[in-house]
């Protein structure tokens, strides 16, 4: 059964500061994986999609790794604005399924 | 383009009381999926069509929950009778052919 953790669960960061959030998944079996953001009250945007075949997405100041061998994935904010401040999600579609096995999130703060 | 689409965004209801959900997905997705999220959890898909076919409905709770998409387009999703534990938000996504799922705003349902 496939499990997908983020750590941290919460992070409280500068404006204009680098940083990396993290999702790991216990069966490298996977077929994609996508990142999403969730604003309060609101549904998932999607951000990156990585297939199984994929090292790495891009999207403006977004950057989505993906290291299957050790379960890993990253998504790294360039220059965070305060509009960043959200809810990210890492989901992971296994192998031979569409089901989408998601982690709990990271909640992202961004002070201006 | 229009994106998923969900009605309604909010329902308070009391408990043994039913309840619907009503989902538009995007123009030309095949895939439906619906998906329950607790406070503070990631999603959890209950139900998903190919179609008009229900695909994968292995954590539908079928004693109270009941879910139907006609015509392959719209989807509909009821509780009867709801319970306290059912509060939470109600996901509803689409894609073409299994590949990047988008998600609608979501419905935050309330059992007293």
């Known amino acids: 059964k496939q499990e997908v953790t983020q750590i941290p669960a919460a992070l409280s960061v500068p404006e204009g500061e680098n940083l990396v959030l993290n999702c790991s998944f216990t069966?490298?079996?996977?077929?994609?994986l996508q990142w999403f953001r969730q604003d309060p009250g609101k549904g998932l945007t999607s951000l990156l999609l990585?297939?199984?075949?994929?090292r790495e997405q891009t999207s403006g100041r977004l950057n989505a790794s993906l290291d299957k061998s050790s379960g890993r994935s990253t998504l790294y904010i360039a220059a965070s604005q305060p509009g960043d401040s959200a809810t990210y999600l890492c989901?992971?579609?296994?192998?031979?399924?569409?089901?989408?096995?998601f982690g709990k999130g990271t909640k992202l703060t961004v002070n201006p | 383009e229009a994106g998923v689409v969900q009605s309604p965004r909010y329902k308070i209801i009391e408990k043994k009381q039913p309840v619907a959900f009503w989902c538009n997905p995007i123009?030309?997705?095949?895939?439906l999926y619906w998906y329950r999220q607790n406070l503070g959890q990631g999603p959890e898909l209950l139900i998903r069509?190919?179609?008009?076919?229900?695909?994968?409905d292995s954590q539908l709770p079928k004693d109270r929950f009941s879910a139907e998409r006609l015509k392959g387009v719209d989807s509909t999703l009821k509780i009867q009778p709801a319970e306290l534990g059912d509060s939470a938000v109600y996901l509803c996504?689409?894609?073409?052919?299994?590949?990047?799922?988008?998600f609608g705003p979501g419905t935050r349902l309330t059992v007293t």
């Open positions: 996504a689409s894609s073409l052919a299994g590949y990047e799922q988008y």
């Open positions: 069966d490298s079996a996977i077929y994609n």
């Open positions: 990585i297939q199984s075949s994929q």
């Open positions: 989901a992971v579609r296994s192998g031979g399924s569409e089901k989408l096995v």
């Open positions: 123009s030309g997705h095949n895939t």
């Open positions: 069509y190919e179609n008009e076919e229900a695909v994968d």
